[in-house]
């Protein structure tokens, strides 16, 4: 790619960014649209519509900005949950490790890979038609060594992100996650009620919905007890009782009676609450083959993303196009910001795909659908868009590269590099546009207008934020950072760009849309944990294979140590850090029940627990007005 087609790409997204800021700058102010980007202000009670017109409505203003970025940690906590603070975790974290090795890869070896002459000498005077390969350390000539200074920076670079891994305030996040306050917000029920202009009507209708409603009580008290539970929510009366009976095993046949921690009641997914552990294996088995071929059919959309990053292939699958493709503006839109289009366009749908499949996974709670969904999405996308692009090629050419470990690192050597400029495009398409169209959002405005349009009356529906959509991006582009860093520093600044607009629009969407559902007390941070890891020791795979390549045999049997020393320090953090994540210890368990064993409070807390957890095919439908007699559980004590 030539550099005039960046600056075109560069060019059309932060006129779309601009475009983005200045539309929610106006539209925000307008009360019609409260429910599109203040809804959880509305909800909360905490913003009211104003009717008098005001001229600053239609004027841009920044004022927005500060309030998110003076919002404090703390704020996120109290508000959003353990998961938005991990969340930000995540973008403070990736602006340290890019801020450091920014200043490496831009003010230190850019400058070295701009001396080098393997490819040809940089004509400043003529920039533009420049090949982005020169700002590479393809043009370092090989045996240089100025190759040394990218060694070093490899060195440093992942010496600094292990120290941030092990010092990212673990001991702080450990705290709040013992902390975290357990019960769900208070649910809010939406109550149906019937209205007349004769008072005698009304009482005749009410009358039958109430027999109505026991008629159906009936129904499911009699369906509860036609056959026996699977499965059910046990209690105890302190966490010490109910973490030993989890640890235990039940049964002397371990696929009989499977315990497992329950989640919040907002958190249970019910389908496949009494599912059989035959039923999860197989639906497990199921989604696994499912996502193999999802990401088999993905390659079709890579494959057309790289003709059209290659115009002497485009010219040759389309010769028709070959007129157009000699008009200078033309083929730079289309090299430079066509191809990543696609694929944002193609990727957008991945996310929902992933979280379909990670439902009939067999999990019995949203979160650990929404951590598995995650996960499948972060993995998608480093295969799909990383080392799809990188080995553009057939599936089985792909598949036969992993197959001879030995010749990945020369592989990686001579492929990562040659993609530097179609990555920075991506950057700057998915990264910045994207992120900006969020802060936008576009597709619950236009929802917006179709439902003034219609007269529609919902009722305001407060959104929660899809990590499983958002994270995998932040965590992809972090990959790309870590690997490109000593290869083609010059994506560091758009990755810089990117997380900053990340860390004010995500504080500004926590503060007034999004509203956490259910709570996963910060469990998404083990997968940022092991996609770093992995981003280092991909990058290490890539410099073994650089330095080989470039004829520095020293440098390469140098960096050896490296990924050995990197996967020693996770597993260190594994033993250490993860069970944090997993379980309580049974010193801090003992502590808390005998700090509360005199509290008055937790007398409701256990009569709350009875009816917490309520499956919803057996709630009473409560049209009546009257609804006392619709409180009480199906079956008695008298009953039993």
């Known amino acids: 790619m030539l550099v005039s087609a960046l600056l075109t790409s560069l060019g059309i997204n932060s006129g779309l960014c ?55 940690e703390e704020d996120i906590l109290s508000s959003s949950g353990l998961d938005a603070v991990v969340f930000m975790r995540v973008i403070t974290f990736s602006l340290r490790v890019f801020s450091f090795a920014g200043i490496i890869g831009v003010f230190v070896l850019l400058p070295v890979n701009c001396k080098g002459t393997q490819l040809h000498e940089i004509d400043f005077a003529d920039l533009s038609n420049n090949s982005l390969d020169v700002f590479t350390i393809s043009n370092v000539n090989s045996g240089s060594k100025w190759l040394w200074i990218h060694f070093s920076a490899v060195y440093v670079v992942t010496i600094f992100v292990c120290c941030l891994l092990y010092y990212n305030e673990a001991k702080t996040l450990y705290k709040r996650l013992l902390h975290l306050q357990l019960e769900p917000p208070q649910q809010k029920y939406r109550r149906v009620g019937l209205f007349g202009e004769k008072v005698d009507l009304v009482d005749h209708y009410g009358k039958r919905l109430e027999d109505i409603e026991q008629n159906v009580r009936l129904e499911q008290s009699d369906l509860s007890l036609a056959d026996e539970t699977r499965a059910a929510f046990v209690s105890f009366k302190s966490r010490y009782g109910a973490a030993v009976a989890f640890h235990l095993q039940q049964s002397i046949n371990p696929t009989q009676w499977v315990t497992e921690e329950a989640p919040e009641p907002d958190d249970v997914y019910w389908p496949f609450f009494s599912s059989s552990f035959m039923r999860r294996w197989i639906s497990k088995l199921v989604v696994v083959v499912a996502c193999i071929l999802l990401t088999i059919l993905f390659l079709v959309p890579v494959v057309v993303v790289q003709g059209l990053t290659n115009l002497s292939q485009l010219e040759i699958w389309f010769p028709f196009l070959k007129s157009i493709l000699t008009i200078t503006f033309v083929s730079q839109v289309i090299t430079g910001y066509l191809p990543s289009l696609i694929l944002l366009l193609f990727l957008k749908i991945v996310p929902p795909i992933m979280e379909f499949l990670s439902s009939i996974q067999g999990y019995i709670s949203h979160s650990d659908i929404e951590k598995s969904a995650c996960n499948k999405v972060l993995w998608f996308t480093i295969w799909n868009i990383f080392f799809a692009t990188v080995f553009s090629g057939s599936v089985l050419y792909q598949v036969s590269i992993f197959l001879e470990p030995k010749n ?18 991506y950057v700057v398409t998915s990264g910045w546009t994207s992120t900006s169209s969020e802060l936008f959002r576009i597709i619950p405005f236009i929802c917006s207008l179709v439902t003034r349009c219609c007269k529609s009356t919902d009722e305001l529906e ?17 990959l790309l950072g870590v690997t490109y860093f000593f290869l083609a520093p010059l994506i560091l600044p758009f990755l810089l760009v990117y997380l900053c607009l990340a860390y004010v629009i995500f504080r500004n969407q926590f503060m007034n849309v999004y509203m956490p559902k259910y709570e996963t007390a910060g469990k998404f941070w083990p997968i940022v944990h092991n ?42 953090c594994r033993k250490r850090f993860l069970p944090i994540f997993i379980a309580y210890s049974a010193e801090v ?8 064993a005199n509290d008055p409070a937790m007398a409701e807390f256990f009569d709350k627990l009875v009816t917490a957890y309520q499956d919803p095919t057996l709630m009473p439908i409560q049209y009546s007005a009257n609804a006392d007699s619709l409180n009480s559980p199906l079956i008695s004590s008298a009953d039993v």
Not at 412 to 421: D, F
Request: hydrophobic residues 50%.
């Open 531 to 572: 996609s770093m890891i992995f981003s280092l020791v991909l990058m290490h795979a890539i410099a073994i294979g650089i330095f080989t390549l470039k004829k520095l045999s020293m440098a390469s049997t140098l960096v050896f140590p490296l990924p050995v020393l990197t996967l020693l320090f996770n597993e260190y």
């Open 589 to 596: 368990l003992i502590k808390k029940d005998r700090e509360e």
């Open 18 to 72: 601009v475009l983005f800021f200045i539309l929610y700058s106006i539209l925000r102010k307008q009360p019609i649209n409260y429910e599109v980007y203040v809804p959880r202000l509305l909800a909360e009670g905490n913003s009211k519509r104003r009717s008098h017109f005001n001229l600053e409505r239609l004027i841009p203003s920044t004022g927005w900005i500060t309030r998110a970025w003076k919002l404090s």
């Open 462 to 478: 407060v959104p929660s934020i899809p990590y499983h959509r958002d994270i995998p991006r932040i965590l992809f582009f972090g």
């Open 408 to 425: 990945i690192p020369a592989k990686l050597a001579v492929a990562v590099p040659a993609q530097a400029s179609f990555f920075i495009a």
